[in-house]
Antibody, heavy 120, light 112 residues
C-alpha cells in the first residue's frame, strides 16, 4: 500500500523550532517530487514547500521562506521540514504530499497530517 | 497575489447535480496550466479527485467530472449522495508564485 506518515508535530513557543518528518512506503520514494501543505484550524489548504526528486529544486511560499527548510533523505524514504522562528500563524495541520510524475503539478498521495501548535 | 476563487458553499438534494466553479487568471489556469480537484471529508486528509482538468483519479466514481475553459474550471457532481458532503478544493500551477502551486479557497458541499 502506498502510504505517507507524518510525525514531529507538537507545541512550540513563538520563536522556537520544530522538525517534521514524513515517511513514505509502498513506492520508490526517490522517484518522486514531494510537497508540504498546511491547513490552519477551520481554514483552507496552503501549499508551502516543494522539493524535486533529487533535491536540487526547492520552492517555498512567501509565508515561510527564510524560516522553513525542506529536505529529503531517500535512503530513509523520508521528507523533512525544519521549522525555525515559528509564529502563531504557523499553527496548522501539516500534510506531506507526493507530487505527480506526469508534470501536471498535483499531489496524488497525502499523509494524514501532523498538528503543529505555536503558543506561549 | 494570484488567487483561485471558489464559492464558499454549494448545496443540493440527493440525486441532483451540482457544480463548483474555480476562477483563476492569466498566471495560472489562463496560462494553460491544468486544474486539479481534491475532496476533503470531515476530519480526513485531502484526496485527489480529478487531475489534468478532467481525468478521474483511481477509484473515483464517474459521477465526478471536471472541465476547464479559459481562466476557469468546474467540478460537476451528478447523482449527489450523502457521502459527497465534504470540502472541495481546486488547485493549479501559478507562474508568478514562489511556491508555484496554488489552491482555491475551498467549497463546502452540503447534501440536503
Amino acid at each position: 500500500e502506498v502510504q505517507l506518515v507524518e510525525a514531529g508535530g507538537g507545541v512550540a513557543q513563538p520563536g522556537g523550532s520544530l522538525r517534521l518528518s514524513c515517511l513514505g512506503s509502498g513506492f520508490t520514494f526517490s522517484n518522486y517530487e514531494m510537497n508540504w501543505v498546511r491547513q490552519a484550524p477551520g481554514k483552507g489548504l496552503e501549499w508551502i514547500s516543494y522539493i524535486n526528486n533529487i533535491g536540487t529544486t526547492i520552492y517555498y511560499a512567501d509565508s515561510v521562506r527564510g524560516r522553513f527548510i525542506v529536505s529529503r533523505d531517500d535512503a530513509q524514504n523520508s521528507l523533512y521540514l525544519q521549522m525555525n522562528n515559528v509564529r502563531a500563524e504557523d499553527t496548522a495541520l501539516y500534510f506531506c504530499a507526493r507530487g505527480d510524475s506526469t508534470g501536471y503539478y498535483y499531489a496524488d498521495i497525502w499523509g494524514q497530517g501532523t498538528l503543529v501548535t505555536v503558543s506561549s | 497575489q494570484p488567487v483561485l476563487t471558489q464559492p464558499p458553499s454549494v448545496s443540493g438534494a440527493p440525486g441532483q447535480r451540482v457544480t463548483i466553479s474555480c476562477v483563476g487568471s492569466n498566471s495560472n489556469i489562463g496560462a494553460g496550466y491544468h486544474v486539479h480537484w481534491y475532496q476533503q471529508l470531515p476530519g480526513t486528509a485531502p484526496k485527489l479527485l480529478i487531475y489534468g482538468n478532467n481525468n478521474r483519479a483511481s477509484g473515483v466514481p464517474a459521477r465526478f467530472s471536471g472541465s476547464q475553459s479559459g481562466s476557469s474550471a468546474s467540478l460537476a457532481i451528478t447523482g449527489l449522495q450523502a457521502e459527497d458532503e465534504a470540502h472541495y478544493y481546486c488547485q493549479s500551477y501559478d507562474n508568478s508564485l514562489s511556491a508555484t502551486r496554488l489552491f482555491g479557497g475551498g467549497t463546502k458541499l452540503t447534501v440536503l
